[in-house]
């Protein structure tokens, strides 16, 4: 009997005990969320504080570097080079020697000038005895018999003759015109200039221009003196420079050619490098948010703003941006606290966690 009645009771307290276990994590599943799963829905944001500044309107274009001086050094006079004494991409000074030609050839054509010149004098001195005067005497000698007396003699054409032995003797030596940077130099010696379309190529490195196309649309806001910020593709530095021209024509394409010069500080910029270029035009104070500070919302432009722990969701208008802000025309005012990260997911209302201090 006794152990029957111990049987029986066993189940039903195992019964029991599984009933209050139940009962205990229902009431357990309908007890109120602890304070730290509460903090866990609050989103964290960041916030600025809006105020009017000025606002860095950009026109980004693509622009090809080029020097704003620049010359091909030709060869002047034809002959054999006898020396080279530049080579590319070395530093030359106005009037360096850059190479030498033979100058036989040109020596012997001016002492033969020379010659012919004097020989010349003497027949003009004879003719000016004829008529009664002598070489002396020249600024006395009536125009019209002083005339006659120079073509007779043939002392113009020698003179001329002299002049242009002259002037060939003096470019078997080439100089440069100006301080610069060698380039294009393939010339050897012991080559006739012949097997060369030109000696070399001399460029000013100093002072660089950037040459870039605009949209007809967007040339009217350029003008000459407005600042540009190029950075090169090969590398992150920006360079700094203002329009010099704005291209009076509009191509076939609907652009327009604008040029500006930049300081090639520390020679970064090289002749026909490609670059990135950004025309900036400063607005006055403007009300303007981070790019992305502005979230689509049911086809429209919003911004959320932070009030009292809430994200509140506002409707705005927006005006130019450049790559980094945009203005806000209208639905934002001075002093409000703008979201400008932690807004993709908001709604209006949505709890938010400021975890900055507004820095303006």
């Known amino acids: 009997m006794w152990g029957k009645g111990y049987i029986t009771i066993l189940p039903v307290c195992v019964i029991l005990v599984l009933t209050a276990s139940c009962r205990n994590r229902q009431e357990q599943s309908l007890s109120p969320l602890p304070p730290a799963a509460d903090s866990a829905r609050i989103i964290g944001v960041e916030t600025e504080r809006l105020s009017p500044e000025p606002f860095s309107l950009e026109i980004v274009s693509n622009g090809k570097i080029q020097s704003a001086r620049k010359a091909v050094i030709p060869f002047r006079v034809e002959g054999i080079i ?27 054509a001016l002492e033969k000038a ?14 000016l005895l004829g008529f009664g005067y002598t070489l002396s005497d020249s600024v006395r000698v009536p125009p019209a018999q002083w005339n006659t007396v120079l073509v007779q003699s043939g002392y113009n054409q020698a003179l001329t003759a002299f002049r242009e032995a002259e002037y060939n003797l003096s470019h078997t030596r080439i100089t440069a015109p100006f301080e610069g940077v ?21 460029i000013d490195v100093q002072t660089m221009e950037v040459v870039f196309p605009v949209l007809e649309s967007e040339a009217g806001g350029i003008d000459p003196g407005m600042p540009v910020r190029i950075v090169p593709y090969a590398g992150e530095r920006a360079i700094r420079g203002r329009v010099t021209t704005v291209n009076p024509r509009v191509d076939e394409h609907g652009l327009v050619t604008v040029t500006a010069s930049l300081e090639n500080t520390g020679n970064i910029l090289m002749e026909g490098m490609n670059v990135q270029v950004t025309v900036e035009e400063v607005l006055p104070a403007c009300l303007s948010v981070p790019r992305n500070a502005v979230v689509l919302r049911q086809g429209r432009q919003v911004v959320f703003t932070f009030h009292n722990g809430l994200a509140l969701w506002n409707y705005v208008e927006t005006g130019p941006e450049n790559s980094h802000r945009i203005v806000i025309t209208a639905g934002l005012e001075e002093g409000m606290e703008v979201i400008v990260s932690g807004n993709l997911n908001l709604a209006h209302e949505t709890p938010v966690v400021r975890r900055n201090l507004p820095d303006k």
């Open 114 to 127: 020379r010659n012919e010149l004097e020989r010349t004098a003497l027949e003009m001195e004879n003719l």
């Open 82 to 108: 006898t020396g080279v004494f530049a080579e590319n991409g070395r530093r030359v000074t106005a009037g360096q020697l850059l190479a030498t030609l033979e100058t036989e050839k040109y020596r012997l």
């Open 182 to 202: 060698v380039a294009d130099l393939w010339a050897e010696p012991y080559n006739h200039t012949s097997a060369y379309d030109f000696f070399c190529t001399l």
